[in-house]
Nanobody, 124 residues
């Protein structure tokens, strides 16, 4: 069982920045691929960014490329999402996710464990 807890959400003006963090339980964190997803009201949950267990490989949705950056600290069991140049359309609940199957976390199908989410609201 893996427990994930997100933090760092809040209200920010368009063009601003936020840094989300996800803390994971368990000694095996350094072996887990990790990912971030988001869900806006009335919309499906969508992939945002993912990172491999070593941090050496990253993936991004097209709509965040150049604005968001995913990173991890295996010594602290955390994965972060730095969000810059935020837009009102980035408003959503952001979730981190993982699996224990060795899959890259680039889809909901590859996500077995989810955090409770953290709200990000971008005002225009």
């Amino acid at each position: 069982q893996v427990q994930l807890v997100e933090s760092g959400g809040g209200l920010v003006q368009a063009g601003g920045s936020l840094r989300l963090s996800c803390a994971a339980s368990g000694r095996a964190f350094s072996t887990y691929n990790m990912g971030w997803f988001r869900q806006a009201p009335g919309k499906e949950r969508e992939f945002v960014a993912a990172i491999s267990w070593s941090g050496g490989t990253t993936y991004y949705a097209d709509f965040v490329k150049g604005r968001f950056s995913i990173s991890r600290d295996n010594a602290k069991n955390t994965v972060s999402l730095q969000m810059n140049s935020l837009k009102p359309e980035d408003t959503a609940v952001y979730y981190c996710a993982t699996n224990t199957r060795g899959l890259h976390v680039t889809s909901k199908a590859a996500s077995d464990y989810w955090g409770q989410g953290t709200q990000v609201t971008v005002s225009s």
